[in-house]
């Protein structure tokens, strides 16, 4: 790679946080540029013409081409490394749990951990409120699938690290801060401390 890597993020977004992982484990210096959702700052004009215009971190800048949602990213910097593995059926199991982060695990663990930890209980509106027992739900039974195939293994696909497991290890391991109890998961614990082990691992800010 000889463009230089952006990382347009908001640091608290397990998102741009599964992009920062998949650098530092891979060793590619990566520019950070940092946003406050929170205060609108993806949403000004600058941003919505020169980044992206949906209007939604992370995006990686490539030189002067920008690459939005997290995953496609984290592909983008590791393809050719042996966090993609090598084996074709491997890889088409790879971007099934990536897939599955996408359509079950974050839209429920990531949504109540974004409600609870940064909107407030008492900030939401009703619907969202009437929609919180049914994103526990769903985020319990992410985690269970979870559970359930990491009692038989030490990583998501194959025998080694991969983005299946940079994608997932991202909202999971703060699930806690959306009411979700990780006693209760003890494969997942053991493959938590897994990641957090690996040579050149970071922390979320």
């Given at each position: 790679?000889?463009?230089?890597?952006?990382l347009h993020?908001?640091?608290?977004?397990?998102?741009?946080?599964k992009?920062?992982?998949?650098?530092?484990?891979?060793?590619?210096?990566?520019?950070?540029?940092?946003?406050?959702?929170?205060?609108?700052?993806?949403?000004?004009?600058?941003?919505?013409?020169?980044?992206?215009a949906?209007?939604?971190?992370?995006?990686?800048?490539i030189?002067?081409?920008?690459?939005?949602?997290?995953?496609?990213?984290?592909?983008?910097?590791?393809?050719?490394?042996?966090?993609?593995?090598?084996d074709?059926?491997?890889?088409?199991?790879?971007?099934?749990?990536?897939?599955?982060?996408?359509?079950?695990?974050?839209?429920?663990?990531?949504?109540?951990?974004?409600?609870?930890?940064?909107?407030?209980?008492?900030?939401?509106?009703?619907?969202?409120?009437?929609?919180?027992?049914?994103?526990?739900?769903g985020?319990?039974?992410?985690?269970?699938?979870m559970?359930?195939?990491?009692?038989?293994?030490?990583?998501?696909?194959?025998?080694?690290?991969?983005l299946?497991?940079?994608?997932?290890?991202?909202?999971?391991?703060?699930?806690?801060?959306?009411?979700?109890?990780?006693?209760?998961?003890?494969?997942?614990?053991?493959?938590?401390?897994?990641?957090?082990g690996?040579?050149?691992?970071?922390?979320?800010?």
């Open positions: 790679m000889t463009a230089d890597l952006i993020e908001d640091p608290r977004s397990g998102n741009c946080f992009i920062r992982l998949t650098a530092s484990l891979l060793g590619l210096p990566l520019e950070r540029r940092q946003y406050d959702i929170m205060k609108g700052e993806t949403r000004t004009p600058e941003f919505l013409a020169n980044v992206n949906n209007g939604r971190i992370p995006v990686l800048q030189g002067d081409r920008f690459l939005p949602e997290s995953n496609a990213a984290c592909w983008y910097l590791a393809e050719g490394s042996a966090l993609v593995p090598a074709r059926f491997d890889r088409a199991d790879m971007l099934r749990w990536m897939f599955f982060e996408q359509y079950n695990h974050e839209p429920n663990i990531a949504t109540l951990r974004f409600w609870l930890l940064f909107v407030g209980e008492a900030n939401l509106t009703p619907f969202q409120q009437g929609q919180i027992m049914a994103k526990r739900v985020g319990e039974a992410a985690l269970a699938v559970e359930d195939h990491l009692a038989r293994r030490d990583w998501m696909v194959g025998d080694s690290v991969t299946a497991d940079i994608a997932l290890y991202a909202y999971t391991h703060v699930c806690e801060a959306g009411g979700f109890r990780l006693q209760d998961y003890a494969a997942v614990c053991k493959w938590l401390n897994r990641v957090s690996l040579s050149g691992y970071v922390r979320m800010d």
